[in-house]
């Protein structure tokens, strides 16, 4: 009987300390997975502004090169009529 007794005590005992051990694992994994959700939706807002950064800075070197053929049309719109000025002087 002695036995028996000892025997369950130590199941019951087993038992407990599994059930602790569970909810303390559940309840730390609970926490981890809300401390993972938060710092995924940082770097996901980083890499938003990141990404949102890249592309303002591509429409601004597009907007860079039409300038820069503008500019070449202006140049030689401007080396013609220099021309033209020089050819009325000289008359």
Same mark, same amino acid.
């Given at each position: 009987?002695?036995?028996e007794?000892?025997?369950? !005590?130590?199941?019951?005992?087993?038992? $407990?300390?599994? /059930?602790? #051990? !569970? $909810?303390? #694992?559940? *309840?730390?994994? =609970?926490?981890? %997975?809300?401390? =993972? *959700? +938060?710092?995924?939706?940082?770097?996901? /807002?980083?890499? =938003?502004?990141?990404?949102?950064?890249?592309? @303002?800075?591509e429409?601004?070197? &597009?907007?860079?090169?039409?300038?820069? @053929?503008?500019? /070449? $049309?202006? +140049? @030689?719109?401007?080396k *013609? /009529?220099?021309?033209?000025i =020089?050819? %009325? &002087?000289?008359?």
């Amino acid at each position: 009987m002695a036995i028996e007794v000892t025997l369950l !005590l130590g199941i019951i005992g087993s038992f $407990v300390g599994l /059930a602790g #051990f !569970l $909810v303390s #694992f559940l *309840s730390n994994r =609970d926490k981890k %997975i809300i401390n =993972d *959700s +938060e710092w995924k939706g940082r770097i996901d /807002a980083k890499l =938003d502004i990141a990404i949102g950064i890249r592309e @303002e800075v591509e429409e601004i070197k &597009c907007e860079q090169r039409g300038q820069g @053929e503008r500019l /070449a $049309v202006v +140049e @030689e719109s401007t080396k *013609s /009529a220099h021309k033209r000025i =020089d050819e %009325i &002087c000289k008359k």
